[in-house]
């Protein structure tokens, strides 16, 4: 019977995912819906909802799919297939399809880069086949909890047990692939507390996550222990092992260079430094923000999920260190307190 089940695993999960799903997607539906006061959340997944599903082939037996959430990547072996990031829950029948397409293997290994709905939506359906999911220690720790985003405006778990981790690690991890090796390692608290980058060997291929979306400001999670400090200090260190020729597979957005990621972190000095002085003069949240201390960058940088005004407010929520995740306009929804300015009135 079990071998039954294990060559038809993939049907199982066709059937048995979308009902479990059903089961625990309320929190993430209640996201998906639109408006005018629409939440940086509600935006990024209606694009990913929305966005047709590309694929790339980047090098011998990888492949890169994008437009379902997070860029996800395939490593293909001789009779198996590892993948990296599963995508948002509601296309995860559409992702499979695709990569059994591009690869002609079953997926047995999954890696999340970070805990967040667009990295692991798809988890409960590659989980529920029998796929082992990997992932940084904290990965696991946020996804058996309700956790909410500050400035993005969503609330996402418990996820359910075939949808967890079942292998983790603390600072890195080596796997193999096919003719690849895979170093997994986490650089601290950057955009969560559970990033991991991951080195492909020898594609000289680095895929980054959400510390880095092709060209957007990035979505720093305070709420998981994320950091503008944190953040250049783990794309300091991609830079640090990585060559001109690399391949950076980022988060969101299309493959990038060492270049691109270097003109990404100038950009991310720049804005801190500014923000930095500010809240040392002792500036309010709104009277930084009214500076536009992104207005050089904004035409390049600002065109993604968060403005220059919200990168800016998260920015300050980084660097102020009163431990309070402030907004300007607080919600039931946006996860975070009142500025001070706005509790002074």
């Not at 957005?253 to 720049?270: F, I, S």
Request: aromatic fraction near 8%; charge should be negative.
């Amino acid at each position: 019977m079990m071998a039954f089940i294990q060559e038809h695993k993939w049907k199982f999960a066709q059937i048995i995912a979308p009902l479990l799903l059903a089961a625990w997607g309320t929190v993430y539906g209640a996201f998906a819906q639109t408006g005018s006061n629409e939440t940086v959340g509600q935006k990024a997944i209606k694009q990913f909802e929305t966005t047709p599903l590309q694929v790339v082939n980047l090098d011998d037996h990888i492949f890169l799919f994008s437009g379902d959430g997070e860029n996800i990547v395939a490593v293909v072996g001789q009779g198996d297939t590892l993948l990296i990031d599963s995508g948002i829950a509601t296309r995860s029948t559409e992702l499979s399809e695709a990569i059994y397409k591009a690869t002609a293997r079953p997926v047995t290994r999954l890696i999340n880069t970070h805990w967040h709905l667009d990295s692991t939506g798809g988890n409960a359906y590659f989980g529920s086949g029998g796929v082992t999911i990997i992932a940084q220690e904290n990965v696991k720790k946020r996804l058996t909890s309700v956790q909410s985003m500050p400035f993005v405006g969503i609330r996402d778990g418990h996820y359910p047990d075939m949808a967890l981790p079942t292998q983790t690690y603390s600072s890195s991890l080596t796997l193999h692939q096919g003719s690849q090796q895979l170093n997994l390692v986490t650089y601290g608290s950057a955009h969560t507390d559970g990033d991991s980058i991951i080195y492909l060997d020898p594609a000289n291929i680095v895929i980054v996550g959400d510390i880095f979306s092709n060209p957007f400001y990035p979505v720093i999670d305070l709420g998981s222990g994320g950091s503008i400090d944190g953040l250049i200090h783990s794309v300091d260190e991609v830079l640090a092992h990585t060559n001109e020729q690399t391949k950076v597979i980022p988060g969101h957005g299309p493959l990038a260079t060492r270049a691109d990621l270097r003109a990404y972190r100038e950009m991310l000095v720049h804005v801190r430094e500014r923000v930095q002085e500010l809240v040392a003069a002792g500036r309010t949240m709104n009277q930084t923000v009214a500076t536009a201390p992104t207005s050089e960058f904004d035409a390049k940088w600002g065109n993604g999920y968060l403005s220059g005004k919200v990168f800016t407010e998260i920015l300050y929520s980084s660097l102020n260190k009163k431990g309070t995740v402030e907004c300007s306009h607080p919600s039931p929804s946006s996860g975070c307190a009142a500025s001070s300015a706005e509790l002074s009135k």
